[in-house]
């Protein structure tokens, strides 16, 4: 999910996003998934996505 309070910041609240074409939705939103949070201690979402997914696999892997 696009973060709705940096795209409000990138795009005001009632854009048309349909004059966009597919390309610039996707760079868009690679560019708000790949921005530092200071609630993710200065990592991107994707860094934090990407480690919950590490760690999911692992635990997938447990013999419990």
């Not at 409000?8 to 854009?15: A, C, E, F, N, V």
């Not at 939103?29 to 993710?40: C, E, M």
């Amino acid at each position: 999910k696009i973060a709705d309070r940096q795209l409000r910041l990138d795009m005001p609240k009632g854009t048309d996003l349909s004059v966009y074409s597919q390309a610039e939705l996707d760079q868009i939103a690679l560019s708000l998934n790949t921005r530092p949070r200071k609630r993710h201690q200065f990592r991107t979402p994707l860094e934090v996505y990407n480690d919950h997914l590490r760690l999911a696999e692992a635990e997938a892997g447990t013999i419990h």
